[in-house]
């Protein structure tokens, strides 16, 4: 099964999103986690089956500037 980090990479590949501002999230709402550097967490930990939809949030962060 294919790890979390592994689907964000092949997002990146096919639309240019960055990994790093990329959240994977099931139709339930539960995030995808991609696990701790020493065991990644995989798409069969969520039970994700072919035919599972999942949502791609971009989270970016902007800063507000307050005038002085």
Do not use: F, M, W
């Amino acid at each position: 099964s294919d790890s979390i980090e592994s689907v964000k990479e092949k997002i990146e590949e096919e639309v240019g999103t960055a990994v790093a501002v990329q959240r994977l999230v099931l139709s339930s709402g539960e995030p995808l986690e991609n696990g701790p550097c020493a065991c990644p967490c995989t798409l069969a930990d969520y039970n994700v089956q072919e035919g599972t939809i999942l949502y791609r949030h971009i989270v970016t962060r902007t800063k507000t500037l307050t005038p002085i």
